[in-house]
């Protein structure tokens, strides 16, 4: 069964500076990759997705992810943090059962608390 | 541009009563998915639909039902509720026609069971 990890429980960082929320994955076969946020008493919100291609994705608001096989990574980057980017973001994957048309299940990470410090 | 609506957005019942939870996919968008996420969780899946008919099925206990209508909106029915449903329920909607599509969530429906 795949899964992600998100080593860090909350990550702090000073405004202005870069930051990266880590995740790793473990799939069979080519991994299906998102990164959504939750800010308090929201729903998630995409942010940007790895099918595959390219190993650095950029999303919204100035995100990216830099994806690394070799490494099972999928960590998500900002080169200069904002206050407004405190948030919860969760990893998540996508389950390999169908690889087409129709509906997959998404299985999220324990997702992590990222805090801009002014 | 529209998002997914769910209603009620905060609905409080008592121990074994039901509830009735609503989901309006983004327009256009023909798969629908329920995840559950329990205070400090992630979200778990439960159920997802699409073209109206049951797609794949997750950790979704016997005493819940869902269905997609013509529409495509869709309802999570919750019966013999029990404290440990209180949670946030999130509804997600996709475009299941195409390959590599993202889900987006909407903002939720807050149960809360006393």
């Known amino acids: 069964a795949q899964s992600v990890a998100q080593p860090e429980d909350q990550v702090n960082v000073a405004e202005g500076n870069p930051l990266t929320v880590k995740c790793t994955y473990s799939?069979?076969?080519?991994?299906?990759l998102f990164w959504y946020v939750q800010y308090p008493n929201r729903g998630l919100q995409f942010l940007l997705k790895y099918i595959t291609g390219d190993n650095l994705v950029k999303g919204s608001y100035g995100f990216e992810d830099e994806f690394n096989k070799s490494q099972t990574s999928f960590h998500l980057k900002k080169p200069s943090a904002l206050v407004s980017d405190s948030a919860l973001y969760f990893c998540a994957v996508r389950d390999m059962k169908f690889d087409g048309a129709g509906s997959y299940q998404l299985t999220f990470g324990k997702g992590t608390k990222l805090s801009v410090i002014p | 541009a529209a998002g997914v609506i769910q209603s009620p957005r905060h609905l409080i019942k008592e121990k074994r009563e039901t509830a009735t939870l609503k989901c309006y996919p983004i327009?256009?968008?023909?798969?629908v998915y329920w995840y559950q996420q329990g205070p400090g969780q992630d979200p778990q899946f439960l159920i997802s639909f699409y073209e109206k008919m049951q797609s794949d099925k997750g950790s979704i206990p016997d005493r819940f039902s869902a269905q997609q209508f013509s529409d495509y909106h869709s309802e999570l029915n919750m019966s013999s509720l029990e404290l440990g449903d209180s949670a946030l329920y999130f509804c997600?909607?996709?475009?299941?026609?195409?390959?590599?599509?993202?889900?987006?969530f909407g903002p939720g429906t807050r149960l809360t069971v006393t």
């Open positions: 327009p256009r968008h023909d798969t």
């Open positions: 799939v069979s076969g080519n991994p299906y």
């Open positions: 997600a909607s996709s475009d299941g026609g195409r390959v590599a599509y993202e889900q987006y």
